[in-house]
């Protein structure tokens, strides 16, 4: 579930392995890149933990970050 802290949208994700994991990520950077929205994201072997914001808005949270976390979620 993603959980709204310091101004970001945040949740992490745990895999079976590295290679679920990675796949996971090049799901999200094509949807991340058709929505022009990219995320600060970390991986590390099977956790990806991605944080999101909107930079253009100063830094916080808005539609544009729920929407990219709702097809984010339906990557699953």
């Known amino acids: 579930m993603w959980e709204e802290k310091n101004n970001q949208l945040y949740r992490a994700f745990t895999f079976k392995d590295f290679r679920e994991a990675f796949a996971f990520m ?42 990219l976390a709702a097809t984010i979620d339906q990557l699953l």
């Open 26 to 67: 090049t799901k999200v950077a094509l949807a991340a890149e058709k929505a022009n929205h990219h995320p600060y994201w970390t991986n590390v072997y099977n956790k990806v933990e991605i944080y999101l914001s909107t930079h253009d808005a100063g830094n916080i949270v808005t539609d544009k970050d729920r929407k």
